[in-house]
């Protein structure tokens, strides 16, 4: 009767992979490309403030503040492509 197609369907079931196997992550590399998106975000908060209040006439943030938010942007990047050189990952 029918009860031979469950049999041939779990057959086939069990020869095809039930999903794709998750890609291993660095832990590392992860913490970084985060610190960088954070920093990068906080860069372009500033960034937006300041031009911001410069159209409205206001008092921008101090431009050292965005200076900074700069620095630790571009030394975040380079954390990424250091580890990135190192690590190959």
Not at 26 to 47: D, V
Request: glycine content about 4%; hydrophobic content about 40%; overall charge negative.
């Amino acid at each position: 009767m029918g009860w031979n197609k469950p049999d041939k369907l779990r057959e086939v079931a069990y020869d095809e992979p039930m999903a794709t196997p998750a890609p291993v992550l660095c832990i590392e590399k992860e913490r970084l490309i985060r610190a960088f998106a954070h920093a990068a975000l906080e860069y372009n908060r500033l960034t937006s403030i300041r031009v911001a209040a410069l159209l409205k006439g206001d008092q921008p943030p101090p431009q050292g503040a965005i200076a900074d938010a700069e620095t630790r942007k571009e030394n975040a990047k380079y954390a990424v492509l250091a580890h990135q050189d190192e690590h190959g990952c």
